[in-house]
């Protein structure tokens, strides 16, 4: 990987975030085995019981508000601030990226932190930890129900943000995947094609995942210390430079 440092892009799920507290969707303690998605995360949800899904993100909001950009979020905005990294592309929602330094970071999935109105379509920044109050937040333009900015089950990822994470990608000659079960599409799809193009894709995740197969390497433990270990090979690197 070594003539490769540089041209890495780095694709994130909730496993990053784990170590942070905030839990992961899918295995043992995941949200989807404690939740339905089909009553939290859908358009259908939200216009049934709006008061239940914002209760539930403001739960999950609180829990990220209090948490701290894990060890592997840290490195990934180090190797980018060193040009070692081209940039992150995340199904996650939580900010922590961003939280931890990283500047190139596209959010497949939105983000928790915005809301958009159901009337008018316009969209606010909340600001990292600032969780609405009301049960129901309401458009300050129009009075709409305001809504999490994310990607809910049904809906379509924002054709701008796969297309830049698609022209990241394509700069890339390697695909650092970090904890993702790459069981969600169509984001999914970027690793899979970079590999037929050729690419390299690395995965990083203590457990056997959707994408295992296609990687040419795959690093088995929980992404602090993996990230940590490659940090350290860089750092021996560079001194011999
Ligand atoms: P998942 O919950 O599907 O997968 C989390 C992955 O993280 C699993 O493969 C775990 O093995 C791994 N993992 C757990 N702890 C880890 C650690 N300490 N270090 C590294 N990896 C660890 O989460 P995603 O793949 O992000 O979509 O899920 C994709 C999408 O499905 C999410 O963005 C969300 C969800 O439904 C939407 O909300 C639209």
């Known amino acids: 990987m070594r003539e490769n440092w540089g041209r890495v892009v780095a694709f994130t799920g909730a496993g990053i975030s784990a170590e942070a507290g905030i839990p992961t969707f899918r295995g043992e ?21 709006p008061r239940r899904v914002w209760s539930w993100y403001r739960w999950r909001m609180s829990l990220i508000a209090g948490a701290e950009p894990t060890r592997a979020h840290r490195i990934l905005a180090e190797w980018e601030r060193k040009g070692l990294l081209l940039g992150v592309v995340t199904q996650n929602v939580d900010g922590l990226h961003q939280r931890a330094g990283s500047r190139r970071v596209i959010e497949l999935h939105g983000s928790i932190w915005r809301v958009r109105c159901t009337k008018c379509g316009s969209r606010f920044d909340l600001g990292f930890g600032n969780v609405p109050e009301e049960e129901l937040p309401r458009c300050a333009l129009c009075g709409g ?26 700069r890339a000659e390697v695909v650092l995947s970090i ?15 970079a590999v037929e193009r050729g690419k390299i894709l690395v995965e990083v995740n203590p457990e056997e995942t959707n994408l295992s197969s296609l990687a040419a390497v795959r690093l088995r433990g929980p992404s602090g210390r993996i990230l940590g270990e490659l940090a350290s090979l860089v750092e021996e690197d560079s001194s011999w430079r």
């Open 179 to 193: 904890g993702t079960s790459g069981a969600v599409m169509p984001a999914s799809m970027l690793p899979i094609d």
């Open 29 to 49: 303690n995941g949200l989807w085995r404690r939740y339905r998605p089909e009553e939290l995360a859908t358009p259908q949800a939200f216009r049934r019981d």
């Open 145 to 170: 129900l305001l809504r999490p900015d994310v990607v809910w089950f049904g809906e379509q990822v924002s054709t701008d943000s796969f297309l830049e994470a698609q022209e990241l990608f394509s």
